[in-house]
C-alpha cells in the first residue's frame, strides 16, 4: 500500500535463477529489476536576485533580475527536451507588487531554474515578487514529473528601489565635559584645560562610512571612530572622539569629501560636509 512508501526510487528485483519450473529449470538468467521513482512532495521555489547583495536587499539599478530555482526539475509539458519557459511554471505564475514591467520567463537549465527581467521602478519603493500557492481547479502552479503541483506556500522575495543618495548631518560637536561647540565657534576645552572633542555623523540610512571618510585638517590630528548605532527613523549615527593631546591651537576643520560613502543600494554621497571650530 502507498502508506508504506517513502520519497525516492522504489527497485522490483526478481534474483537471478530466482524461480523454478515444474521441471527443475530455473529463471531469470540475471536479476529483472523494474525501477520508478515514487514522488508525492510538491515541488519548491527559490526566489533570488543574485546581483542584489545588500541585507536587506537594495539597489539602484533599473533593471532587475530575478531567479526562480525549483528543488526539482519540472515537467516538461511538449516533451521536446527543452523547457520553454512555457511549460508548467508560466509567468502567470508569478507576481509583483506593486506592478512593474515584466520580461518574458525564460528558462536558464534543466527545468530547475528560469529567470525574468523586471523594469519600471519608483525609487523608495519596496518590491514583492511572489510566486503563490496554485488554487485547487485553476491552471496557475507548476507541475514536477511526478505531477505534484506546486509550491504549496507563497515563495518570495523583496527588495526595495533607491537612487537617492545618502544624506549626512554633522551634529552634536562637545568637548567631552559637554560644552557644546557651534560651527566656527571659538573652544577654550574645559576651562582652559585640553579636553577630548566628540562630534556625531547622522546618515539618514545605513552606508559604509568608515575611518578613510573623515579628514582633519591641520593633519596630526588623531581620533577614534566608534561603531555605529541605529536609530528609530532609519537613521545611524556615527561618532567620533578626537584625541586631546593632539588638538592644537588655530582653525580645525572636519570633513567628510563629497561622495565618500556608499549606501546599501549603491548610491555615493553626501554632498561635501565640514565643521570647524578653533
Do not use: C
Not at 526562480?68 to 509567468?91: I, K, Y
Not at 511526478?146 to 506556500?153: D, F, K, Q
Amino acid at each position: 500500500p502507498s502508506a508504506e512508501f517513502e520519497d525516492g526510487d522504489v527497485v522490483i528485483t526478481v534474483a537471478q535463477d530466482g524461480v523454478a519450473d515444474l521441471a527443475g529449470n530455473t529463471a531469470p538468467a540475471a536479476d529483472s529489476i523494474f525501477k520508478f521513482n515514487y514522488d508525492i512532495t510538491a515541488p519548491t521555489p527559490t526566489v533570488t536576485a543574485p546581483l542584489i547583495t545588500s541585507v536587506p536587499p537594495r539597489t539602484n539599478v533599473a533593471s532587475v533580475d530575478i531567479r526562480f530555482t525549483w528543488n526539482e526539475p519540472l515537467l516538461d509539458v511538449d516533451n521536446n527536451s527543452q523547457w520553454n519557459g512555457d511549460d508548467t511554471f508560466t509567468a502567470s505564475d508569478i507576481s509583483i507588487v506593486p506592478a512593474v514591467t515584466k520580461g518574458g520567463l525564460q528558462a536558464i537549465d534543466d527545468g530547475t531554474t528560469y529567470g525574468m527581467t523586471i523594469t519600471d521602478f519608483t525609487s523608495g519603493t519596496e518590491y514583492t515578487v511572489t510566486v503563490s500557492d496554485p488554487e485547487v481547479g485553476t491552471t496557475l502552479g507548476a507541475t514536477d514529473n511526478a505531477g505534484n503541483p506546486g509550491p504549496v506556500a507563497d515563495s518570495e522575495y523583496t527588495f526595495t528601489y533607491d537612487i537617492i543618495e545618502p544624506g549626512l548631518t554633522i551634529d552634536n560637536v562637545t568637548g567631552i565635559s559637554g560644552t557644546v561647540i557651534e560651527d566656527n565657534d571659538f573652544y577654550r576645552g574645559d576651562n582652559g584645560a585640553a579636553e577630548d572633542v566628540r562630534i556625531t555623523f547622522v546618515w539618514d540610512e545605513s552606508t559604509d562610512f568608515n575611518v578613510s571618510d573623515i579628514t582633519i585638517d591641520p593633519a596630526g590630528i588623531t581620533f577614534d571612530l566608534a561603531a555605529p548605532t541605529a536609530n528609530n527613523d532609519g537613521s545611524y549615527n556615527h561618532i567620533i572622539t578626537i584625541d586631546a593631546a593632539t588638538l592644537v591651537e588655530g582653525l580645525i576643520t572636519i570633513t567628510v569629501p563629497e561622495d565618500s560613502a556608499i549606501d546599501l543600494a549603491g548610491n555615493k554621497g553626501p554632498a561635501a560636509a565640514d565643521v570647524s571650530f578653533s
